[in-house]
């Protein structure tokens, strides 16, 4: 039997993110507070006969969504470390492909790093594919922390973040972090919106907003937000979330509006376009308050789906069962 690696890692909320100017490679300079929900991915890898090639295949919420080619996240994440294989192991090698398969939690295209959170565990799962004792590689291939640090960064601004998890704040792309000391849990009401928004779209509408002057947004400093983390107290935390993303996020799809005004209705005490949305995060008091919140949220119509989560949750690492099935045995 094939041998099967499965990693997970989580999607994030941002729970302050202002944003610079663009800058000339087009990203913006961020300075963000991330938190990893407990919403999750799970990739598992499987070495296939080398004749088979790699094929991608996607389940659970919203999978259809999902590309299932070379932009897919986790392809990317799954070559970047098989050509650092083929480097290493010189141009006679052939690179045994597997099979990837994704399981889906964190909402497509909603502004909470499902993709990246796949890239995340790819990486992860790549690494243990190819770069430990289960592989004839095994002697060969080291991948340092940095190195895969480096990789993370090269597939998006929020791989890193998917990589570390728990509470950090981002500078640079968002991907310059430093690790945030936080007391939880957070419960929140998610609100999805299956329209979905490209994030490049949702920068490019607030460089808009600010060049035309219908937007002088700018979030500010985190230090109070970065204070309050310690209380795990939602009431405290509830005022200080922030997102510039949120009015250009509202400027192309204004049916938000009234997806923020059920949660209001529905008595969370906050909520905020999560990243670049369509997703919105309603911080609740409790477990019973969120699915309060979720639930009145539901029933108003406003949202294409509900569910609750919390924060924070931990970086991205191999699954429980390690799941490496081989000869039907699990170790
Ligand atoms: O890095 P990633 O591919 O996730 O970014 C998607 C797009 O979001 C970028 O191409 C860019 O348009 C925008 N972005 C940005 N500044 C950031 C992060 C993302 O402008 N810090």
């Known amino acids: 039997m094939a041998i099967t690696i499965s990693a997970i890692a989580h999607g994030k909320i941002n729970l302050h993110l202002g944003v610079s100017d663009v800058r000339d490679d087009g990203y913006h300079d961020l300075e963000t507070v991330f938190q990893s929900v407990a919403l999750q991915e799970t990739v598992h890898l499987t070495e296939v006969a080398s004749e088979k090639g790699a094929t991608v295949t996607v389940e659970g919420h919203d999978a259809h969504l999902v590309p299932t080619d070379e932009t897919n996240l986790a392809v990317r994440a799954v070559a970047a470390v098989q050509q650092r294989v083929a480097q290493q192991m010189g141009a ?21 790093a499902g993709g990246s959170a796949d890239a995340a565990a790819a990486l992860v799962a790549a690494v243990e594919f190819y770069c430990s004792r289960h592989h004839e590689t095994r002697d060969h291939v080291v991948l340092s922390w940095d ?9 998006g601004a929020d791989v890193p973040f998917c990589l570390l998890g728990g ?25 999805t919106d299956k329209r979905g928004l ?20 700018h979030a500010g400093s985190t230090d109070e937000l970065i204070r309050v983390l310690h209380s795990g107290d939602p009431e405290q935390l ?25 949660a209001k209705e529905a008595d969370a005490l906050a909520s905020i376009v999560s990243g670049s949305g369509p997703t919105i995060a309603m911080l609740c008091r409790d477990a ?10 539901s029933v108003s119509g406003k ?23 081989e000869s039907g045995l699990t170790e």
Not at 147 to 155: D, H, K, N
Not at 238 to 262: F, G, K, M, W, Y
Request: proline letters at 7%.
């Open 238 to 262: 509830a005022p200080l979330l922030v997102n510039d993303l949120q009015a250009p996020a509202i400027s192309l799809l204004p049916s938000l509006r009234e997806t923020l005004a059920a």
């Open 147 to 155: 190195e895969e640090y480096r990789i993370a960064a090269s597939l």
């Open 303 to 325: 949202a294409s789906a509900t569910m609750t989560t919390t924060t924070p949750a931990g970086h991205a690492r191999l699954a429980d069962a390690a799941v490496i099935r």
């Open 198 to 217: 490209s994030t490049p779209k949702v920068f490019a509408q607030l460089d808009k907003q600010r060049e035309s002057g219908r937007s002088h947004s």
């Open 92 to 112: 006679d090698f052939q690179v045994p492909p597997v099979a990837i398969h994704i399981d889906k939690g964190v909402p497509v295209a909603g502004g909470m």
């Open 288 to 297: 019973e308050h969120a699915l309060e919140v979720a639930t009145a949220v």
């Open 167 to 191: 509470t950090a704040l981002g500078t640079g792309r968002g991907d310059e972090l430093v690790s945030v000391m936080a007391r939880g849990p957070y419960h929140w009401a998610i609100a």
